[in-house]
């Protein structure tokens, strides 16, 4: 068996595939007529995840969400409302907030001249308000809104202020992810990678597993990628199912759980000897014993279904965002266009953990992965924001995890290449169906806006 595709339709909604093709070349990865194009149709037209809904828990937090040229100032209101504004001063176009996350009291302030707005874009004060001669109209000069939504613990704005809701956007998927009770995780890690690859090179890469048995062979030894279930949905979003706590079917069976594998049967509590000759049970060992566990550490498996228990599922959210979705942690990474360069991107990972009660047992801690996401999450601190370029993933200096970092090892080369005069177009495989789907929404997007039909 191989990879299964399926085109699922939200709620029995009849829409139409794409009628247009993608050419995936030169002009389409590296062109600015392709980014410009892009800006207009589809940044400025979609939801899109701006953050993580505990940046703004209490009144007078706030953060900023940079997108190309961009930038998109959400923040918690007196009243308990959310406000998402262009974080740009209506005096003379000064950046208003330029911290990334934090706290004001009750007004943002512009550094340059002191114009003050309340939390909800209102303008406040005016220094010098009398030299004004025409006069100012405070309901005239009010920030500029976006349209903002919380769900699932996370923030979505959309520039299109006539734009349908997320539900619209999102259909069913929203139900899909709603067992893993991501609104309830905490962030552990908030990590930025400055990238020499086009933003759509980089959701290239996570939208297909051919690439897995070349670039991570340590993936045979824990996953089943050859078999991944793929759909399809509306708009552009795909997911992956892929089978976790079993090995690559392609490769001879060995007799012992390889230790990947082991690692991860011990961290829950199973005896990889027990299963000697047997690995084909492992899967579903794993999803009982994390049941009968998930009690003992204070995490509640009831919620999810034995595959989710067990897999890792991953959904590519049109246009920018990979999450991958497991049980006890989430991976939110999110490909941000550069402001001119089509070549660069800013590639964004949020490591989203379930608060586990880390005195239940030694599982918790070892569910939780790594210590110092436990540390964070036992302290209730939010993590720093670490930036930081390629170079510094290559030399080993940091890590985005080890399949990320191999990811990342390549993607340069891949936007290299396709300024070559010897690289015509992509050729795609059955198995490499989402990146088609992901291109042939977006050439529709660039035609008409589907979402509002
Ligand atoms: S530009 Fe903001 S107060 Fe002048
Ligand atoms: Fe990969």
Request: glycine share 6%; aromatic share 10%; with cysteine.
């Amino acid at each position: 068996m191989w990879q299964q595709n399926n085109y699922v339709t939200f709620n029995g909604a009849a829409l139409p595939m794409p009628t247009a093709k993608a050419r995936l070349d030169r002009e389409h990865y590296a062109g600015a007529t392709t980014m410009q194009q892009e800006w207009d149709h589809v940044w400025r037209k979609t939801w899109l995840l701006a953050g993580v809904e505990q940046d703004v828990a209490e009144e007078g937090d706030f953060f900023t969400f940079d997108l190309g040229r961009e930038s998109i100032l959400i923040a918690r209101t007196e009243t308990g409302a959310l406000s998402a504004v262009y974080n740009v001063c209506q005096h003379r176009g000064n950046r208003l907030q330029m911290l990334p996350f934090g706290s004001v009291l009750d007004s943002h302030n512009c550094p340059y001249h002191g114009w003050s707005y309340h939390l909800d874009g209102r303008l406040k004060n005016v220094p010098d308000r009398e030299r004004f001669s025409q006069g100012i109209d405070c309901a005239q000069h009010a920030l500029k809104p976006v349209q903002v939504r919380a769900w699932a613990g996370l923030i979505w704005i959309n520039m299109d202020l006539d734009a349908p809701p997320l539900e619209a956007f999102l259909g069913s998927i929203m139900d899909e992810l709603a067992p893993y009770r991501i609104e309830q995780m905490k962030l552990v890690r908030d990590q930025s990678c400055k990238l020499d690859a086009n933003w759509k090179t980089v959701i290239d890469n996570f939208s297909e597993v051919y690439h897995v048995d070349f670039i991570h062979a340590q993936h045979a030894s824990f996953v089943n990628c050859r078999d991944a279930r793929v759909d399809l949905y509306p708009f552009g979003h795909s997911a992956f199912r892929v089978d976790g706590y079993v090995i690559n079917p392609r490769y001879p069976v060995p007799d012992l759980p390889p230790p990947i594998l082991a690692g991860a049967m011990e961290a829950i509590g199973l005896s990889p000897e027990d299963y000697r000759g047997r690995i084909d049970d492992v899967r579903a060992a794993a999803q009982q014993q994390k049941r009968k566990i998930g009690a003992a550490v204070g995490f509640d498996y009831g919620t999810l279904s034995d595959d989710q228990v067990s897999d890792i599922w991953q959904y590519n959210l049109f246009p920018n965002i990979i999450m991958t979705v497991k049980p006890e942690e989430v991976w939110i990474m999110r490909p941000r266009p550069h402001p001119t360069d089509p070549d660069k991107c800013v590639f964004d990972k949020l490591t989203l953990a379930m608060p586990f009660d880390a005195r239940g047992s030694e599982h918790a801690l070892v569910l939780l992965g790594d210590p110092e996401a436990a540390r964070i999450m036992t302290s209730g601190e939010r993590p720093e924001r670490d930036i930081f370029t390629q170079d510094k993933v290559n030399d080993g200096s940091v890590s985005m995890t080890q399949t990320v970092d191999q990811d990342i090892y390549y993607l340069p080369d891949m936007q290299a290449g396709m300024h070559s005069a010897g690289f015509d177009a992509a050729v795609l495989s059955d198995d490499e169906n989402r990146i088609s789907h992901f291109h042939d929404w977006l050439a529709m997007w660039l035609q008409a806006n589907p979402l509002r039909g």
